[in-house]
């Protein structure tokens, strides 16, 4: 029976590879104009491409009524940053002081504590790893967008390029007066979630979000440890809740810091 159900697992993937090289020469053969293409990305996208849009878009919804910058630690390719933007030209247009602000290396994991993150050094190596310009390139595309949107010679979007476990603390002190709306957490190990985690902590008010994309992952527990070794140290209150639209991500609202 084991033999038989890694076979027909091994057959599953195999013919999702088979469906996801059709679809896309579908998208690459495709006959219509680029601009049109642009506008037509739906017929493209895949439900859970539009899961994600949707759960952005539910981050973005919880913190109209909340002043403050939105950070995101560990951008990869910046889908949601650009994502991020573009909201804040739907929804808040005028809005300066909602700023968009970016950290990532761009080099992928180099190290994990094993002890403490489990399976995580799966994740080492260059899974992560994007050309060595990709600051370069992303910081265009969201230039692009808000050259775009009103008020195009307002720039909203940053990147922070380099190690966060250098960079957060950094930032943080050089912009003393920046208060956080959401911080949304995708570094999978302990060490730089509770860097960061903990180089946030003076900017966090009441109401101010955390996103937690690892939370109570069995394979990745080093997000976790560090969320709840730093809450109960530094007696942090909060609530919790999933999203409507990506039920492993856990959204945490602050109630009360210190």
Request: some cysteine; charged content about 25%; overall charge negative.
């Amino acid at each position: 029976m084991e033999k038989f159900e890694t076979k027909q697992n091994i057959d599953g993937i195999n013919e999702r590879q088979k469906l996801y090289k059709l679809f896309a020469k579908m998208y690459n053969d495709n006959q219509i104009d680029q601009h049109i293409v642009f506008q037509s990305l739906g017929l493209f996208l895949r439900n859970s491409g539009l899961a994600k849009i949707l759960f952005i878009n539910e981050l973005y919804e919880m913190i109209l009524e909340r002043p403050g910058v939105i950070m995101e630690f560990g951008c990869h390719t910046g889908q949601n940053l650009v994502l991020f933007e573009n909201l804040r030209a739907i929804y808040e247009p005028f809005n300066n002081q909602r700023r968009i602000i970016g950290f990532d290396s761009f080099e992928g994991y180099k190290s994990v504590e094993k002890e403490i993150d489990g399976e995580a050094p799966e994740i080492v190596g260059d899974g992560y790893l994007l050309p060595s310009d990709y600051k370069e390139t992303l910081s265009a595309i969201l230039r692009y967008h808000e050259e775009n949107s009103v008020m195009p010679h307002h720039s909203r979007c940053e990147i922070v390029d380099g190690d966060v476990m250098d960079t957060a603390h950094k930032f943080v002190e050089e912009h003393p007066g920046e208060i956080v709306a959401l911080a949304y957490f995708d570094l999978a190990t302990y060490n730089p979630t509770k860097v960061c985690l903990e180089a946030i902590l003076p900017r966090l008010i009441p109401g101010s979000l955390l996103l937690m994309d690892e939370f109570n992952f069995r394979d990745y527990p080093g997000a976790s440890i560090a969320f709840l070794e730093v809450v109960k140290q530094y007696g942090i209150e909060y609530t919790t809740q999933t999203s409507k639209f990506m039920r492993d991500r856990t959204i945490v609202t602050i109630s009360k810091v210190g």
